[in-house]
């Protein structure tokens, strides 16, 4: 079984700062790439980030110069910095991570369960 954790939602003003993390816990061997998506209301997820294993990154280009992803390989982890909110950014973001779980030949997709970020203009 494998689970990924996120925190650090919430609301803020625009032109405020948030860090999302996110956890990778259970039966894992190893983890290629990682990385966040969100998904507005009436709107289809989205990729914010993503990060392969090592430290190669991409963005979307509504949020690059202001959102940072990281990772730790060592403690299946993965974080979003973001800066200079906007009204926009507001949504659910979702971890993603692309998970071989151990005594398995193969790859999958696993989502951690989403958390609200909500910025007010």
């Known amino acids: 079984q494998v689970q990924l954790v996120e925190s650090g939602g919430g609301l803020v003003q625009a032109g405020g700062s948030l860090r999302l993390s996110c956890a990778a816990s259970?039966?894992?061997?190893?983890?290629?790439?990682m990385g966040w998506y969100r998904q507005a209301p009436g709107k289809s997820r989205e990729l914010v980030a993503a990060?392969?294993?090592?430290?190669?990154?991409n963005y979307a280009d509504s949020v690059k110069d202001r959102f940072t992803i990281s990772r730790d390989n060592a403690k299946n982890t993965v974080a979003l910095q973001m800066n200079s909110l906007e009204p926009e950014d507001t949504a659910v973001y979702y971890c993603?991570?692309?998970?071989?779980?151990?005594?398995?030949?193969?790859?999958?997709?696993?989502w951690g369960q989403g958390t609200q970020v909500t910025v007010s203009s």
């Open positions: 259970g039966s894992i061997r190893s983890i290629e790439a």
């Open positions: 990060i392969t294993t090592d430290s190669s990154a």
């Open positions: 993603h991570a692309n998970i071989r779980r151990t005594f398995s030949h193969t790859y999958a997709d696993y």
